[in-house]
Nanobody, 118 residues
């Protein structure tokens, strides 16, 4: 299984980006039975959870992105998305996708850089 993340880039504050992460080589039932998440790591800081989508399709967000970011998925495409609106310089980081089933698998994407300028 490989997670291929894309969609990062450089934008001005207030702009939008949509990240995508495709789970290649993963069977459909494994994807739908996984917790899906996006993390980010800013330079010099620890990796932190940004948003997650549980196996029950409940979404949870870090407080700083609530109302601005939306996590979603397309099961048929085995893809998880992160729509990011009203971006702020503090959102600048490398974003990583994660597909996990506790005790079974834990896959990470390669990271995609998001840079927000003021």
């Amino acid at each position: 299984v490989q997670l291929q993340a894309s969609g990062g880039g450089s934008v001005r504050a207030g702009g939008s980006l949509k990240l995508s992460c495709v789970a290649s080589g993963m069977i459909w039932s494994s994807f739908t039975g996984s917790r899906l998440a996006w993390y980010r790591q800013a330079q010099g800081k620890k990796r932190e959870l940004v948003a997650e989508l549980t196996t029950g399709d409940s979404s949870n967000y870090q407080d700083s992105v609530k109302g601005r970011f939306t996590i979603s998925k397309n099961n048929s495409r085995k893809t998880v998305y992160l729509q990011m609106n009203s971006l702020e310089p503090e959102d600048t980081a490398v974003y990583y996708c994660n597909v996990e089933r506790m005790g079974s698998w834990d896959y990470w994407g390669q990271g995609t850089q998001v840079t927000v300028s003021s």
